[in-house]
């Protein structure tokens, strides 16, 4: 098992700045990949971003690149989400994700940190 937290949300203006972190417990030698995901209210959970935890590859989503960054700390066991520019649709619970195999499904889920962007 392996038990993700959130920590770092909080409510900032648009065109503002936040730092999400998410810190990785357990059996942390079994991850492939951490990714963050977030669900605005009313709407489904979507893909936001994802590090492979050993080569540091990543991938965003459209509506995000070039305005957030995930970065991780292997020795730390800690995943990061650098996000700029933030906007009001950026307004969600962002949840932080971990999985064990490439391309599959996330195994393990943190319990969500609130992110609201005032206009």
């Known amino acids: 098992q392996v038990q993700l937290v959130e920590s770092g949300g909080g409510l900032v203006q648009a065109g503002g700045s936040l730092g999400l972190s998410c810190v990785a417990s357990?059996?942390?030698?079994?991850?492939?990949?951490m990714g963050w995901f977030r669900q605005a209210p009313g709407k489904e959970r979507q893909y936001v971003s994802s590090?492979?935890?050993?080569?540091?590859?990543?991938n965003y989503a459209d509506s995000v690149k070039d305005r957030f960054i995930i970065s991780r700390d292997n020795v730390k066991n800690m995943v990061y989400l650098r996000m700029d520019r933030l906007k009001p649709e950026d307004t969600a619970i962002y949840y932080c994700?971990?999985?064990?195999?490439?391309?599959?499904?996330?195994?393990?889920w943190g319990q969500g940190t609130p992110v609201t962007v005032s206009s």
């Open positions: 994700a971990a999985r064990r195999i490439s391309k599959g499904n996330y195994d393990y």
């Open positions: 357990g059996r942390t030698l079994n991850i492939d990949t």
């Open positions: 590090i492979n935890w050993r080569d540091g590859s990543t």
